[in-house]
């Protein structure tokens, strides 16, 4: 199986089937006493060129072919020839989307926190020329780049934001690759950003701290409730004042709800028994409850 810098292979399909048929035809012609030795040799030696003149790129390829050293074009996909000894195919260059991994380790933000960051790189080959002119080995080469433009936006960004703006960030560094890799005919579509893991003590601090601001907010809410409820009573205070019925039924109205629960017992301030008479109503509700309860112990 060929890779993007196989040099030139007659052990391709093709290649190695013309051979066979061609070896063949010339060693059936020796044993026939067709041809002797010195034509079989030369037939041999003509088999072999015209075999390694036949070479194919599969559909996502390019073959860069050389001739005497010197860029000759671009041949591929398909079955294609090259003049043997003269041309030679430098490499095959793949124009597939390819992912490339790289992380930045131990490398610190602009606040001074040290991170370990994982990301990922889409990229394809839209100009072959370049590729194959330009960088010799754009593979690593994109890797290399991508790792330092990555370091360079962590040192640039404090740690908040690189933990809230990751598609930002990536975008960034995204338009940092693709106006570096340009030049070689390589083009970066997509940047992501796979993991941000930063050390354990701050993750800690950083856990309490969040769960510290939870209860804040949830006292402040309870607190905002509070107050909802006091403006409320107070209000209800304004109509009660002037309207001592209402207050005496509303009395009534709390007693019973109380009272109608068995086995229940409700606890009433001093006060309240004077401002509202609710010992007598109190009193009553008992002595009606204890009847009841007499009379169906009787019957």
């Known amino acids: 199986m060929k890779t993007s810098s196989d040099s030139i292979s007659i052990f391709n399909p093709v290649a190695f089937t013309v051979l066979v048929i061609l070896l ?10 067709l041809i002797g030795v010195p034509l079989l040799v030369t037939l041999i030696v003509v088999s072999l060129l015209i075999a390694s003149s036949i070479q194919i790129a599969d559909q996502w390829e390019k073959a860069v072919v050389l001739r005497v050293g010197k860029y000759n074009g671009l041949k591929g996909p398909g079955l294609f020839f090259i003049i043997p000894i003269i041309d030679r195919i430098s ?19 602009k606040d001074t926190v040290p991170v370990n960051v994982d990301a990922v790189v889409y990229w394809t080959v839209w100009d072959v020329e370049k590729a194959a002119l330009e960088v010799q080995e754009y593979v690593r080469a994109i890797s290399y780049i991508a790792q330092t433009d990555l370091r360079d936006i962590i040192g640039k960004h404090e740690l908040a934001d690189l933990l809230q703006e990751r598609e930002k960030i990536a975008e960034a560094l995204q338009k940092t690759l693709d106006a570096n890799t340009n030049p070689w005919g390589i083009t970066c579509q997509t940047v992501g950003i796979r993991d941000i893991i930063i050390p354990q003590a701050l993750a800690d601090a950083m856990s309490k701290q969040a769960q510290a601001e939870r209860e804040r907010k949830a006292r402040v809410i309870l607190g905002t ?32 709800e109380g009272l109608k629960e068995k086995g229940s017992m409700v606890i009433v301030p001093s006060s309240a028994l004077d401002s509202m008479n609710l010992g007598v109503i109190g009193g009553l509700a008992s002595l009606a409850k204890t009847t009841e309860e007499f009379k169906g112990k009787n019957v």
Do not use: W
């Open 24 to 33: 063949a035809i010339s060693i059936g012609l020796y044993l026939l006493g």
């Open 91 to 109: 490499s095959y260059i793949d124009q597939r989307v390819r992912v490339t991994e790289f992380r930045a380790e131990q490398t610190l933000t």
């Open 225 to 256: 409730a509070e107050t909802e409820i006091a403006e409320k009573f107070a209000k209800a205070s304004e109509q009660y004042s002037n309207n001592p019925i209402a207050l005496h039924l509303r009395g009534m109205n709390m007693l019973y």
